[in-house]
């Protein structure tokens, strides 16, 4: 029995493709920060960490697949004139240096399936900059370049690697970003989710849940030819 590796499981699109992953009757091992929602707990910003965790998912069988969705969001972000270094190296711990890490690590499982599968999550942000996001935009638009390359390492192997690039989604990660945006303008949160939501035709965000159904089918082997694609879901807006 293989398993897929979910980090940031605990909540919003991590949550999501985890249980789009066990409806479509895969084993699913979750990681994350909290322990919530059954996950498993581990620190994912360092090597040891990252280890443990891959060591906790092959308990349960060889790994098929990873969704690397564990994130820092932008939040804490600031201009290029403003972003302090340690700010700077937090994001991209978790954002880029724990993906790189996560796949490193779980390469031999990956490559010896026939039929692996990577998604990483990255974000409409790492294609169209907003001012202020300069570490989060940097890390999702890093995760893109090396989904290409990983594609094309595991093809071979018959190991596939894409990326999903999710408008917003109300998620907790999101709110906190929404409730810095409206300290900043002197909103409610309210207000700048309506904004957020104006912003796209369909008049909403994205759920967790679209996110999620896309990222099972990348997921699954009838997704065997698809590779090194971004797959936006963003109702068809910029964001």
């Given at each position: 029995m293989s398993v897929f590796l979910v980090t940031g499981a605990s909540t919003g699109i991590g949550l999501a493709a985890a249980r789009c992953l066990r409806a479509a009757g895969e084993t699913v091992v979750g990681i994350s920060r909290s322990g919530r929602e059954g996950t498993e707990v581990a620190d994912l910003s360092t090597e040891d960490g990252v280890r443990e965790a891959v060591a906790i998912a092959r308990q349960h069988g060889p790994i098929r697949g990873l969704v690397l969705n564990a994130a820092t969001g932008s939040a804490q972000d600031a201009s290029v004139g403003e972003l302090t270094t340690e700010g700077w190296r937090t994001t991209m711990a978790i954002n880029l240096d724990s993906p790189f890490m996560?796949?490193?690590e779980a390469w031999p499982d990956l490559i010896a399936d026939g039929a692996?599968?990577?998604?990483?999550?990255?974000?409409?942000?790492a294609t169209y900059g907003e001012a202020g996001t300069t570490?989060?935009?940097?890390?999702?638009?890093?995760?893109?370049?090396?989904?290409?390359v990983v594609a094309q390492d595991g093809a071979p192997h018959g190991l596939t690697c894409n990326a999903v690039l999710p408008g917003w989604v109300r998620t907790e990660m999101s709110e906190r970003s929404a409730a810095a945006n409206a300290a900043r303008t002197e909103r409610t949160?309210?207000?700048v989710w309506a904004e957020r939501s104006a912003a796209y035709a369909a008049g909403r965000v994205v759920d967790p849940e679209e996110v999620g159904e896309v990222i099972a089918f990348l997921c699954s082997r009838a997704a065997s030819g698809v590779s090194g694609e971004e797959i936006r879901v963003a109702l068809g807006g910029v964001w």
């Open positions: 996560t796949m490193r692996g599968r990577i998604v990483m999550v990255a974000s409409t942000a570490a989060y935009s940097a890390s999702k638009a890093g995760l893109l370049g090396m989904m290409r949160t309210d207000e």
